[in-house]
C-alpha cells in the first residue's frame, strides 16, 4: 500500500473490510461510473461476442499497428467469453472505449487488466481511469484480490490514470519486456476496496510530502525515462514507483515518485 498520507481518502473503509458494507460502496461506485458515462450520451456494458470486431477495430484505431497485433479476434473471443471486458458504445453500437480485464486461477485470482483504450475525441473526461476502476470493481466482484497490468513508462496518459487515479502502483520494472515490449512498469494493487477507492495519490500531496520529507530516504524522484535508474532502484533499494508528477512540478519534464509500500 502507499503511505496513506498521500493518498485521498474517499471512502472510509478499512484493509480488511470486505463485507456487506464495502460491497454496497463498490456497487455505488460502479453505479456512478455507469451514470458518467450515460450523461455523455454513451452507455458502458460488458461486452458481448457481437462487439468483438467493434473492439477489434478501437484497438487498431488506439494502438500502434505491433501492440494491436498483441490482441487477436481469438484473444477478444476468450476475453468475452471468460473475461469481463467492459465496452463504452454510442447509440450505433460503435465501440469508443473499453477496458480488457480477466481473471486467473493463481492463488489470488489475478485479474489482469489487459488494456484500456479511450477514443482521444474523448479525452480529458476522465474515462480511461473510470474504465480502469471498473474493471478493478468486476474482478472484486468475482473473487480476484490482486490487479495486475503492465505499461509503458513515457506512455504519460496511462501512467498518470494507472497511479495516480485508479491505484497502481509499479510492483518491478522491466527494461525489456519479453525482449519486444520495451521497458515496463509491472503494475499491482490490491484488491480490496480500501485499495480500489484509496489509492489515489494528487499531485498537491506529492508537492506537500516532497517539501516536507528527507529526498533518498523518504522519497525518490526519477525522471521517467531513467531507465537505468529505475533498474538499479528496483533491484537494490525498497523504493517502487507509487506517482507520477506532471513536468514543470518539480522538474521542465514528468518525474515519478518512489517511495516504500505499507503493508
Ligand atoms: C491511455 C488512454 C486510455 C487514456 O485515456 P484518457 O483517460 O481519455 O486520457 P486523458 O487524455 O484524459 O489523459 C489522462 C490524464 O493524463 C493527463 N495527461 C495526458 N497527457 C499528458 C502529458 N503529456 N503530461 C501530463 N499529463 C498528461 C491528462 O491531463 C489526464 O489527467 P487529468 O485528468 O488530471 O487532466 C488513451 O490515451 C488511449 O487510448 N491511449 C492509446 C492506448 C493505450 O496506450 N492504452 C494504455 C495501455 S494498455
Same mark, same amino acid.
Given at each position: 500500500?502507499?503511505?496513506?498520507?498521500?493518498?485521498?481518502?474517499?471512502?472510509? %473503509?478499512?484493509?480488511?473490510? *470486505?463485507?456487506?458494507?464495502?460491497?454496497?460502496?463498490?456497487?455505488?461506485?460502479?453505479?456512478?461510473?455507469?451514470?458518467?458515462?450515460?450523461?455523455?450520451? &454513451?452507455?458502458?456494458? &460488458?461486452?458481448?461476442?457481437? @462487439?468483438?470486431? *467493434?473492439?477489434?477495430?478501437?484497438?487498431?484505431?488506439?494502438?500502434?499497428?505491433?501492440?494491436?497485433?498483441?490482441?487477436?479476434? #481469438? @484473444?477478444? #473471443?476468450?476475453?468475452?467469453?471468460?473475461?469481463?471486458?467492459?465496452?463504452?458504445?454510442?447509440? $450505433?453500437?460503435?465501440?469508443?472505449? +473499453? $477496458? !480488457?480485464?480477466?481473471?486467473? $486461477?493463481?492463488?489470488?485470482?489475478?485479474? +489482469?487488466?489487459?488494456?484500456?483504450?479511450?477514443?482521444?475525441?474523448?479525452?480529458?473526461?476522465? &474515462?480511461?481511469?473510470?474504465?480502469?476502476?471498473?474493471?478493478?470493481?468486476?474482478?472484486?466482484?468475482?473473487?480476484?484480490?490482486?490487479?495486475?497490468?503492465?505499461?509503458?513508462?513515457?506512455?504519460?496518459?496511462?501512467?498518470? *490514470? !494507472?497511479? *495516480? #487515479?485508479?491505484?497502481?502502483?509499479? /510492483? @518491478?520494472?522491466?527494461?525489456?519486456?519479453?525482449?519486444?515490449?520495451?521497458?515496463?512498469?509491472?503494475?499491482?494493487?490490491?484488491?480490496?476496496?480500501?485499495?480500489?477507492?484509496?489509492?489515489?495519490?494528487? %499531485?498537491? /500531496?506529492?508537492?506537500?510530502?516532497?517539501?516536507?520529507? /528527507?529526498?533518498?530516504?523518504? #522519497?525518490? !524522484? !526519477?525522471?521517467? $525515462?531513467?531507465?537505468?535508474?529505475?533498474?538499479?532502484?528496483?533491484?537494490?533499494?525498497?523504493?517502487?514507483?507509487?506517482?507520477?508528477?506532471?513536468?514543470?512540478?518539480?522538474?521542465?519534464?514528468?518525474?515519478?515518485?518512489?517511495?516504500?509500500?505499507?503493508?
Amino acid at each position: 500500500m502507499k503511505p496513506p498520507l498521500l493518498c485521498e481518502k474517499r471512502y472510509d %473503509v478499512s484493509e480488511r473490510d *470486505n463485507g456487506k458494507r464495502a460491497h454496497a460502496i463498490l456497487m455505488g461506485e460502479k453505479n456512478r461510473i455507469e451514470k458518467r458515462m450515460e450523461k455523455l450520451g &454513451l452507455s458502458l456494458r &460488458l461486452a458481448r461476442e457481437e @462487439d468483438i470486431r *467493434n473492439i477489434h477495430h478501437r484497438t487498431r484505431e488506439s494502438f500502434s499497428e505491433e501492440a494491436a497485433q498483441g490482441i487477436s479476434l #481469438y @484473444d477478444l #473471443y476468450r476475453f468475452i467469453h471468460h473475461g469481463y471486458p467492459a465496452v463504452v458504445v454510442d447509440r $450505433d453500437g460503435e465501440v469508443l472505449a +473499453y $477496458d !480488457l480485464s480477466i481473471s486467473y $486461477d493463481d492463488r489470488h485470482k489475478t485479474s +489482469y487488466e489487459v488494456a484500456v483504450a479511450v477514443d482521444s475525441k474523448l479525452s480529458g473526461h476522465g &474515462l480511461g481511469y473510470l474504465l480502469s476502476t471498473y474493471g478493478a470493481i468486476l474482478g472484486w466482484e468475482r473473487g480476484s484480490r490482486v490487479r495486475k497490468s503492465s505499461v509503458h513508462p513515457l506512455n504519460i496518459p496511462s501512467v498518470k *490514470n !494507472l497511479l *495516480n #487515479y485508479t491505484g497502481f502502483h509499479g /510492483a @518491478d520494472f522491466i527494461p525489456d519486456f519479453l525482449g519486444q515490449m520495451g521497458p515496463r512498469l509491472v503494475l499491482r494493487m490490491p484488491l480490496t476496496p480500501n485499495a480500489i477507492l484509496n489509492q489515489g495519490v494528487s %499531485v498537491k /500531496a506529492v508537492k506537500q510530502f516532497v517539501n516536507t520529507r /528527507a529526498k533518498d530516504v523518504e #522519497y525518490r !524522484l !526519477l525522471r521517467c $525515462d531513467a531507465f537505468s535508474e529505475m533498474v538499479k532502484m528496483y533491484g537494490e533499494s525498497r523504493f517502487r514507483v507509487i506517482a507520477f508528477i506532471p513536468g514543470g512540478v518539480f522538474h521542465d519534464g514528468p518525474l515519478f515518485l518512489a517511495t516504500s509500500l505499507e503493508p
